[in-house]
Structure formats: C-alpha cells, structure tokens
C-alpha cells in the first residue's frame, strides 16, 4: 500500500506563504484522487483541495480557493500544496490523503492517511 509522508510545515507569518509537499513511496499515487486536509484543535478534519493524479482536475474548499493551488509532479510522485496569504485561522495540521476518486477524497470516504504537519501562522 502507498505510504504517504507530508513535508513543508513550519511557522510563519501573517501574509506569509508555504508550499506543503505529500511523498508516495512504495507505489505510484495511479489513478487515484489525492487531497489536502487540515485539522485545527478541537475542529473536525476540513478537506481543502483535491487533484486527480491521472488527469490532474482540481477542486477546492470555499474557503481557501483563490489562496491555496494544489498541483502535482509526476517526476518526484509529489502532490504540492501552494498556500499564501496565510491567516492565524490556518493554524492547523495539514494531512494529505489518497482516494479512488475525487469524490470519496471530498467526502472523506475510504481515504488512506499521511500522518500530518503542523503549520503555525502567527499574527
């Protein structure tokens, strides 16, 4: 099974930006959907944005479209996460996740996880 390893997180400042990076090892991320997530104390799980791996179609949260680009290098098997303008309330951790479409990635069905990183954004 694919084994997802997040990277990329870190502190930054209001106005900043940071690129988050999800890693496959152990097999190619196929034909799958693969999507970024975050998760802030005592919230729930919020899907933000989703990209199909084959045909590279994207879909995003309200509430970080025009912020947040997700995109994907098929040489390094990496999906990015491109985020700017970061807020305080985008303190989180941020996981990302594969799916068998882009659907069961937006609805959070049947998804395999990566383990997270942590992204601070100080005001």
């Known amino acids: 099974q694919v084994q997802l390893v997040e990277s990329g997180g870190g502190l930054v400042q209001a106005g900043g930006s940071l690129r988050l990076s999800c890693a496959a090892s152990?097999?190619?991320?196929?034909?799958?959907?693969v999507g970024w997530f975050r998760q802030a104390p005592g919230k729930e799980r919020e899907f933000l944005a989703v990209?199909?791996?084959?045909?590279?179609?994207?879909a995003y949260a309200d509430s970080v479209k025009g912020r947040f680009t997700i995109s994907r290098d098929t040489a390094k098997n990496t999906v990015n996460l491109q985020m700017n303008s970061l807020k305080p309330d985008d303190t989180a951790v941020y996981y990302c996740?594969?799916?068998?479409?882009?659907?069961?990635?937006?609805?959070?069905?049947?998804?395999?996880w990566g383990q997270g990183t942590q992204v601070t954004v100080s005001s």
């Open positions: 996740a594969v799916g068998n479409t882009i659907y069961e990635v937006t609805t959070k069905a049947n998804l395999h």
């Open positions: 152990g097999r190619t991320f196929g034909s799958h959907g």
């Open positions: 990209i199909s791996w084959s045909g590279g179609s994207t």
